[in-house]
């Protein structure tokens, strides 16, 4: 069952609002361009509860864009996800076992997500002054019966990742499909918030201050998961390391 913003600001229930035609209908004509108002409303979302979850919200061109990217894809391109950057990379499967492979910019699809990424940087620096220096972000294919278990992003003093955005690339999610992204609001929070991972929601949360996991799906399930980031890097040490 669905539930609406305000209920699920009291973190106590699924989001899932499928797309109707309707909102299929609003979506047609939205572009890069005009994501002005989504990016206010997402501001006003982290300045008051340090989230935002936004059904059917990426501009719909640029979301059938990408999951057409994603479908082309050969599954060489992908490989499996780790904890930790650069020398610290450590593979675990009991903590994680989705696959990713890095956004650069090499590919149409990726310019396109990146340019509307660099969008909402420069909106959430003017509106709420984070200082936001730069964005990266990676494909994530979770297989049936992946998961990634409660987490951070940043931990807490280690002011590099600000911000996560995960965005959803899966048409025709239900939840009988699973797979939910869970946000816990503290570290005491045992039931969270479930959002489906359908085509076009987008979650944004501070790094810092939100556990999260992956549920494990029962088909195939396709995000992006992404970071802005402040500028950590000092006395020639590159930050994030390449």
Sequence with gaps: MSISISELALGNGVLSLPVSGQEIAGREGSSCEDSSLLFESMA????????????????????IQLQAHL??????QFSQAGIGRGDELTV??????????WINGESEAGRAWLAWAEQLRQFLNRQLYLGLFSFESHFAHYRPGDFYKRHV?????????????VTYLNPGWTQDDAGELVLYQ?????QGIKVTPLLGTI????????????????????????WFRVNASINGRVDPPR
């Design 153 to 165: 992003d940043a931990f807490k003093g280690e002011a590099n990742r600000v911000l996560s955005m």
């Design 186 to 190: 503290n570290d005491h929070d045992q």
């Design 203 to 226: 979650a944004l949360f501070l790094s810092e201050d939100f556990p999260h996991e992956v549920l494990p799906a029962l088909r195939d399930r396709y995000s992006i998961a992404g």
């Design 71 to 76: 479908q082309a894809m050969q599954a060489a």
């Design 92 to 101: 675990s499967q009991f903590v994680r076992k989705d696959e990713i492979c």
């Design 44 to 63: 006003e979302d982290l300045q008051n509860q340090g989230y935002s979850i936004k059904p059917a919200a990426l501009p719909l061109a640029l979301s």
